[in-house]
């Protein structure tokens, strides 16, 4: 807890390096994009590239606030942004001859979106307030299982008549489209604002209270119930922003949302650090970076290189991370640990 | 009449669910956790099966045989490697090194054997005609074979040594331990037993579909979890139960076309009912936290 | 934290005129056949410090977990200030004013040892979550009050130096003051210290005894205390109740009750 008694804008938005990497990126991309170095065709960064690592970024860091902040294990992220896509496609092609802007259009879709997944968000967090750990995951898992399994099957009028294909509306985007990862960066700034000013906050000392000791936390007069159906609202809520925006590049469809697709955002979050923002930024930018740059290598058979990659980052990074063997190891990578063995030493000579 | 041959074939599918639920009620009233690489096994035991079925040996008794010993070794192995290390971590980071697990298993899978189904014909089977009705003789086997298995595991588990210790480790971990009793063998063994049960439900999987892919576990294993938490998580009779409802159910919403399409949806839609309704399950016991 | 008397104006009576602040009946609860807890009574005074005593196993701790949601009673009710919390949830109970530590520590090892005050003191400082997500005045407002406050206690409490440090990092002795700490910001009308002295060497006990006397002035405070300590149970309790297997063995006055035949027998053995 750093003492910060006067507060000021400044060092809150200046003092923060998640919001700096991700204002680096937009200025940066966006003057480039505006001056034509880059475009569809450059290689190595497109803004396709730039609005996945954005719709990435913003899932990965709402999943970290389940996962990282609350402790709890949600495998169903992919299912809310499925909802918010749906909702949000439905939105763009309904509102098409409706609503002359564009963004507008847009913002409207996207909030509608997020509001769809924030409300299922809320439903599934229903079991979270009665069930721990293990069987919460299994309930996510069954939850995006239960989306994908409903939504293959509707048909929507001239919009979707073979839902297990998707739908398609990126015709409907070209007002915006090139500037589409620019709005999804500053969708990321929205996201890591809301989610860091939680954690650092009294409801964000709460959910830290709930993870550590849930049954000191209730006798402490913390509202258990109120916490964990809140938190998997809000992540739903920004899972259903990164669908709209995911709904806006390409198509939707159900075989894209699965639970291998929730796995790959939880494994961003365990490689970038359970709890840190700008952690899941980074491994947002590596993984999605790489899965690009990788895609016409690892085709075919070869694709099952890559899940061998993220088994092993889970199952390595579990092991360092919680395993009681390595607790003196931990200490000793410590930042903060060298920092004040550095001190001492200062302090002694 | 074709009520009756659904039934059949929703008890044989419950036999196989029960099978694997079995794998992971004891491994979750045992070693306390949720091992989602379980499904998993069932996958590498088919292709066990393949590989000396349809490639080297060809004698698919002995593939048997084979599958279950190369499952047991896997399943001890993932214990001792990947699990036990995290004895006493927090329960988030066990489930997330077993959900490592299970990608891990497929995606090796997939390195040798490709995502392409794999043929796997153990044995040639006729149908048993009978009253007009017509029923699967792999069906039958299944359901006597998954009878024999559960009893057997049932005595094992009540009567003989090693299946008290596993009794006396679910009810309190501590306590076993001062007892004399050694934990982290008693755990090894309920991960083996375990992954034998997979393999043999990956026979019966064959039976019923004779192909295989990286995948082939993953929806089943997923299933049989939730058979497991139907009957009541930690208890034996309870995965049985829990797999053969299930077995049924989903047997039976199969059979209309309207509920076809939605099959897997509603075996969710039973876990998240009865996770609301009952957490404990129909046989589970309810358990206090100690403050 | 105040001499609040409208706290107090519903509590009910004993013989003598006092005010009640805990008033338990026939508590009892039943884990499969066991009875833990069967007929407990308690009429604890505005102010005091009751002692509840007893071997290990004789239903202390499950006292106490009735008196804090934890458990649902089997039969019997309990009333604080005389309003009825028998069955509510934890979180109701502590709202209501009573508040507890544990036999085991439970810090919160994840926050500071500011925060794990600052926690305590959540219940009654109102920010919504809007109001801090979007950083409106109102959560800088009361973000200065949460540290204001919370330091005042951590001063009363000796842990004011200690207050960035991480709760997992404190020695023992100090981590059970911050459990106390914690406690007393939700502002409780009765405090539950389940074996605060438990693990502590003479020198951290007689210490300790000088903050809870500190606290029962400085706030207030009705205090139950569960304790296997003779020298701090003798040192500061009024009156005691001795439990064993789940049923009162005995109480009244602390020397009285010290003093019994029965409680000996029961400690000592024949």
Redesign the interface.
Known sequence: ?KSK?N?DWKT?LLGNKSYLLVAFITIVTGVLVGVGVITKRTPIITPDLLTQIAYTMIMVVSLNLV?GFL???S?GHAGFMYIGAYVAGLTLYYTHSLIPFGLLRFLIAMLLGGLAAMLFGFIVG??AL??????L???T???G??VR??L??ITVGDMIKNPAVGFNIKDLTTSYSKYLFLIAFILVIVTIF?VQ??AK??????I??I???E??????????TYYKL?VFAIAAFFAGVAGAIFANYTTVAPAIFD?NYS?EF?VMV?LGGMGSVFGSLISSIIIVFLNVQLRSLLT?????????V??????IM??I??????VTLREKMNWSYVKSKLQSKKEKS | MSIISTLINGLSMGAVYALIALGYTMVYGIAKMLNFAHGDVIMVGSYVLFVFTMKSIKNPFLAILLAILFCVILGVLVECIAYRPLRGAPSLAVLITAIGVSFLLQSVAQLIFTVTPKQVTMFQFNSIEFNGLTIKTESIITLVVGMIVMIALTVFVNKSKTGRAMLAVSEDRGAAQLMGINVNRTIVITFAIGSALAAVASVFMLFIAPVTDPTLGAMPGIKAFVAAVLGGIGSIPGAMIGGVILGIVEQFALKYEFLASYSDAIVFAILILVLLVKPSGILGKKRHEKV | MSFDEKLYENCPLDAEGNQLVLKADHLCIQFGGLKAVDDLNLSIKKGELYGLIGPNGAGKTTAFNILTGVYKPTSGRFFLCGKDLTGKAPLEINRSGIARTFQNIRLFNNLTVLENVMVGLGNQIECSMLQSMLRLPRHFKTESEFRRRAMELLEVFGLAEFADYLAQNLPYGKQRKLEIARAMATNPTLLLLDEPAAGMNPNETQELMDVISFIRQHFGITILLIEHDMRLVAGICERLTVLNFGTELAKGKTADVLNDPEVIKAYIGE
């Open positions: 807890m008694k507060f809150l996962v402790g709890e294990l495998l229903l079991p009665r069930l721990r750990g293990d069987y995951a299994i309930v898992l069954a939850f299982e239960i399994g409903v293959k099957n809301c000013n939680i906050s009294k409801h964000g000392r709460a830290t209270a993870k550590d000791n049954i000191a936390a209730r006798s402490m007069g913390v509202n258990i809140i639970y796995i939880l365990v075919g058979n070869l694709a099952g290189l890559k899940n061998l993220y088994a092993l980052i889970l199952i579990m092991i991370n919680a395993s009681p063997k390595f």
